[in-house]
């Protein structure tokens, strides 16, 4: 029972930069009377869409990804038998070492199976799971496990079988958000959750480290976001000139406590437009 419960409440195959795992309570307990389509247009480790999808409070869910290493890893897990089996062979029977890390790592190009594999791999054994080049390798990790402190092979593969088991549920789609935004944007009973990289506002240049596809018009993301008839959620590190676009496109929202991947206290804005209820529950 334990085991199910860890699974039911970290379904995603990733360790993601800024993960959304705190706040997929909130949304599944908005979503408690189900909507007709969730859409997730930046969706990395897609922890809320995964929580929604298997709440079974959407009709259907969209999910989006620029990057073509985290692309695949989605088109693998939310794809056919024979290549989710693959995927899962792989992560098996990996034999785990800096030797074995280097070698995989190293190799370019290959089938899906094997750019979701490797992308896997380097989210588990980089430093916070960072995908963006020049991440270094964990070291002492927890309990001096090093290299393999995140590496749990059975783990993911109860994830990914997870994942592929929704696949009726979940529509992937490779490429730019605005486009998954602009899709839905007329639908007054769409909920469209927008967590970008974060590099806007505060002179902060995490979105440059943590991602590969780091550059946004957040301008531009605002201004699409205030034309959505549904339900709008942002989600953004608390910076002035984050609150100057909420304020100007009629954005309500609060800062929400929380904890980073170093376990150390920060806050960030929960911005919401059309939305009936208070976010007190995301606290």
């Known amino acids: 029972m334990r ?13 993601y930069p800024g993960g959304k795992g705190w706040l ?40 989006a990804e ?6 695949a890893v989605w088109q693998v897990a939310l794809g056919d038998q024979t290549g989710l089996e693959a995927l899962c062979r792989r992560i098996q029977e990996f034999q785990l070492s800096p030797a074995s890390v280097a070698a995989a790592l190293a190799v370019a190009g290959g089938d899906l199976v094997a750019v979701a594999f490797r992308t896997l791999l380097a989210n588990r054994v980089r430093h916070g799971g960072i995908l963006a080049s020049g991440a270094g390798l964990t070291k002492d990790g927890e309990r001096g496990r090093g290299l393999g402190q995140r590496w749990y092979p059975e783990t993911l593969v109860k994830r990914l ?10 529509e992937f789609v490779h490429g730019d958000g605005f486009a998954a935004i602009e899709r839905h944007a007329g639908d007054r009973d769409a909920v469209i959750f927008a967590d970008p990289p974060y590099t806007a506002g505060g002179g902060k240049a995490a979105g440059r480290r943590l991602y590969r596809h780091w550059e946004l018009d957040h301008g531009r993301l605002f201004e699409l976001m205030a034309s959505v008839r549904g339900t709008a959620i942002l ?3 608390d ?11 009629g954005f ?23 939305v009936p209820v208070t976010l007190a529950a995301a606290a």
Do not use: C
């Open 235 to 237: 989600t953004y590190d």
């Open 66 to 71: 620029l990057d073509a290493a985290v692309a």
């Open 3 to 15: 085991g199910a419960q860890s699974l039911a409440r970290h379904p995603s195959p990733f360790r």
């Open 24 to 63: 997929a309570p909130w949304v599944v307990g908005h979503l408690a009377a189900g909507t007709s389509v969730f859409v997730e247009p930046f969706a990395g480790g897609g922890t809320v869409s995964l929580a929604v999808a298997m709440a079974g409070l959407a009709d259907k869910v969209v999910m």
């Open 161 to 170: 079988r997870l994942v592929n088991s929704l696949r009726g549920r979940i």
């Open 252 to 274: 309500a929202g609060q800062t929400v406590a929380m904890r980073n991947a170093h376990n150390a206290a920060m806050t960030e804005l929960v911005l919401t437009k059309n």
């Open 239 to 249: 910076a002035p000139e984050v609150r100057r676009m909420a304020a100007m496109h």
